[in-house]
T-cell receptor, first 114, second 112 residues
Framework: KAGVTQTPRYLIKTRGQQVTLSCSPISGHRSVSWYQQTPGQGLQFLFE???????NKGNFPGRFSGRQFSNSRSEMNVSTLELGDSALYLC?????????????FGPGTRLTVT | GDSVTQMEGPVTLSEEAFLTINCTYT??????LFWYVQYPGEGLQLLLKATKADDKGSNKGFEATYRKETTSFHLEKGSVQVSDSAVYFCALKGNAGNMLTFGGGTRLMVKP
C-alpha cells in the first residue's frame, strides 16, 4: 500500500497570505490528524478528522482550519499567516479513531513564512 | 491535561553501547504509549507501542515496558548502531480519538 502523502513538500509564503496543505491517507484509513512541529514548541496536535467530521481540536487559533472529503483526503488551511507559523506540518492517518490503532505519518510539508 | 516528559538530548554514544532514553507521562485513564523515530528530513515512523500496563513493545532491537506504577515508558537498546542516529519521541494517546501528546524529543548521535 502506498503511504501517507502530503503536498506540497515545501512552501514559501509571505506574512498575511493564506495557505492550503493537502494530505492523502493510506487507502482504507478513515482518520486523518494534523500536527505542527517547530523547534521551540515541538510536536503539537492541531486537529483530527474522521468520516468528514472534526473529532478533536488542539489549542490553536481559529486561523487554522481543516476539512476532510468523502474519500478521506484532508486539507488544512492557515489564513493570515504569521512568521510563527513557519513549521513542518505533519499529517497522520489511521484506520479508525480511538483505541490503540497505529498512526502512520507522512513526510510533512515544510512551510516558511517570510 | 496529558503530558509527556522525556530526557533532553543530545545523547551521544559509541557504536555498540547500551541506550536508555527516559520517558514519563501524566494522563487520566489508561493511555496507549508509543515511541516514534524521526530521521533527518523525514516524517515520524512508529518504532514500538504498548497498550496496557506491563506490556512490552519491541522492534529492531529496541524495547520499552509500560510501567503504570512509575508512569514510565523508557526506551532501551542493547547495542546501538550508527544508523540509529535520529530523534526519538515518546508519545501517549488517550482513549478518545487519535490525538497524540508528544514529549520534546531526544536526539541520539551514535559515533563509529
Amino acid at each position: 500500500k502506498a503511504g501517507v502523502t502530503q503536498t506540497p513538500r515545501y512552501l514559501i509564503k509571505t506574512r498575511g497570505q493564506q495557505v492550503t496543505l493537502s494530505c492523502s491517507p493510506i487507502s482504507g484509513h478513515r482518520s486523518v490528524s494534523w500536527y505542527q512541529q517547530t523547534p521551540g514548541q515541538g510536536l503539537q496536535f492541531l486537529f483530527e478528522y474522521f468520516s468528514e467530521t472534526q473529532r478533536n481540536k488542539g489549542n490553536f487559533p481559529g486561523r487554522f482550519s481543516g476539512r476532510q472529503f468523502s474519500n478521506s483526503r484532508s486539507e488544512m488551511n492557515v489564513s493570515t499567516l504569521e512568521l510563527g507559523d513557519s513549521a513542518l506540518y505533519l499529517c497522520a492517518s489511521s484506520p479508525e479513531s480511538g483505541g490503540a490503532y497505529e498512526q502512520y505519518f507522512g513526510p510533512g510539508t515544510r512551510l516558511t513564512v517570510t | 491535561g496529558d503530558s509527556v516528559t522525556q530526557m533532553e538530548g543530545p545523547v551521544t554514544l559509541s557504536e555498540e553501547a547500551f541506550l536508555t532514553i527516559n520517558c514519563t507521562y501524566t494522563a487520566t485513564g489508561y493511555p496507549s504509549l508509543f515511541w516514534y523515530v524521526q530521521y533527518p528530513g523525514e516524517g515520524l515512523q512508529l518504532l514500538l507501542k504498548a497498550t496496557k500496563a506491563d506490556d512490552k513493545g519491541s522492534n529492531k532491537g529496541f524495547e520499552a515496558t509500560y510501567r503504570k506504577e512509575t508512569t514510565s515508558f523508557h526506551l532501551e537498546k542493547g547495542s546501538v548502531q550508527v544508523s540509529d542516529s535520529a530523534v526519538y519521541f515518546c508519545a501517549l494517546k488517550g482513549n478518545a480519538g487519535n490525538m497524540l501528546t508528544f514529549g520534546g524529543g531526544t536526539r541520539l548521535m551514535v559515533k563509529p
